[in-house]
């Protein structure tokens, strides 16, 4: 319409819209990396980026025939991308099917928290009870990656019942750490470092010490329940807590994990609140 083709054409107009269009541009970008976190397709990207730099570096030095090798694989990056990052692009498509990609309520993250929350526990006070070790890390904004190539991959849900079952003795999956990252188990048996503090107490075993190191060179909270003692503790931040009741366990656990605990005031109506450290 030329009324609003002349309208649009205005400075201000321009500028707004140009604003827009990169602020779109970067929020698809951002929901992009976060949806691919954690995965394999992190890593396939650095290689793509190596890829691009080498094509780069044979052009300005005049290589031609590696130049013509790296511009015929640039040519086929684009199906080689939908075929490498296929998984990745079906839960996005999958997602934004479901009206999730871009958008999550409130009250959708807060009962994925609980369940969460209820969850880990369950297992732990059944643990605790019958004095099975475990050691449980959960990833926050440092990825654990690393420490997750050690172990036996899971990706599953995470459920009271299942963490129970990897610690039971003697089984397969028992002896070392399990990692989760957000909602999932991704890997069990996996092998933390061990902290080299020489003021940690002589009477702390493997689990406790791993659980210290990995708090020391990352951000991940680890859940540990004494084979010997049946104790809780948890670490966060090169902090070690110990001898938690199950009230302070949830407290600390759930504020390291999620910060403000999410709370419904007259059915309708959230609002964020802070516990106090247990």
Not at 52 to 58: A, G, R, S
Not at 201 to 219: F, N, P, Q, Y
């Amino acid at each position: 319409m030329p009324f609003i083709d002349q309208f649009t054409e205005l400075a201000p107009v321009n500028l707004l819209v140009n604003i827009i269009d990169v602020l779109l541009v970067w929020f698809v970008l951002y929901k992009v990396i976060t949806l691919i976190k954690g995965t394999k397709a992190v890593q396939l990207l650095k290689g793509i980026f190596v890829i691009i730099i080498v094509q780069m570096l044979t052009d300005v030095f005049g290589l031609d025939t590696l130049f013509w090798i790296m511009e015929e694989v640039t040519n086929w990056a684009f199906l080689a991308i939908i075929i490498i990052f296929q998984p990745e692009l079906r839960r996005a498509l999958e997602q934004l099917g479901r009206g999730k990609l871009f958008a999550r309520t409130i009250l959708q993250e807060a009962e994925e928290q609980n369940r969460l929350i209820e969850a880990m526990k369950k297992s732990i006070i059944y643990m605790a009870k019958r004095r099975i070790g475990a050691l449980i890390s959960i990833e926050r904004e440092t990825g654990l990656n690393e420490y997750i190539e050690t172990g036996i991959p899971m990706n599953s849900i995470t459920t009271s019942e299942l963490l129970i079952n990897i610690f039971i003795p003697n089984t397969p999956l028992h002896d070392g750490a399990v990692i989760m990252q957000k909602n999932q188990i991704a890997a069990a048996a996996c092998y933390l470092p061990l902290s080299e503090s020489p003021f940690i107490s002589k009477e702390l075993g493997t689990r406790h010490r791993a659980a210290l190191g990995i708090s020391e060179v990352t951000d991940a909270i680890t859940i540990i329940v004494s084979e010997e003692t049946g104790a809780i503790s948890l670490t966060s931040n090169g902090d070690l807590h110990r001898d938690l009741s199950i009230e302070e366990f949830e407290t600390r656990l759930r504020k390291a994990w999620f910060g403000p605990e999410p709370e419904l005031v007259n059915s309708s109506i959230w609002t964020w609140r802070g516990k106090k450290n247990g």
